[in-house]
Nanobody, 120 residues
Framework: QVQLVESGGGLVQAGGSLRLSCVAS????????MRWYRQAPGKQREWVAV???????NYADSVKGRFTISRENAKNTVYLQMNSLKAEDTAVYYC??????????????WGQGTQVTVSS
């Protein structure tokens, strides 16, 4: 029905940068709010960033000033630009989207996650 696929994760040194992408596909009428979450080993999944359909953004305090969320609606894609990475940013990153399907049902969709590892 609706699939989200993240990409762009990998290994990067502290202080470096990485850009994550998440592409939605399937029976999509529109995508509303999109979010990034992350989960480190032994920790709960935490919210990282959000962008609304109108382009308003907000960030967790831990990443504010370093990460930027953006979207390209025509491509059904959300990005997370991560700069000044720290070892504490190491986690599996997941994208989440509130999707309106062609049936007009609204559902919360999750990607499979992509690993980000920051070495110090």
């Amino acid at each position: 029905q609706v699939q989200l696929v993240e990409s762009g994760g990998g290994l990067v040194q502290a202080g470096g940068s990485l850009r994550l992408s998440c592409v939605a596909s399937g029976s999509i009428l529109s995508i509303n709010t999109m979010r990034w979450y992350r989960q480190a080993p032994g920790k709960q999944r935490e919210w990282v960033a959000v962008i609304t359909s109108g382009g308003s953004t907000n960030y967790a305090d831990s990443v504010k000033g370093r990460f930027t969320i953006s979207r390209e609606n025509a491509k059904n894609t959300v990005y997370l630009q991560m700069n000044s990475l720290k070892a504490e940013d190491t986690a599996v990153y997941y994208c989440n989207a509130d999707v309106r399907a062609t049936t007009r049902a609204t559902l919360s969709s999750w990607g499979q996650g992509t690993q980000v590892t920051v070495s110090s």
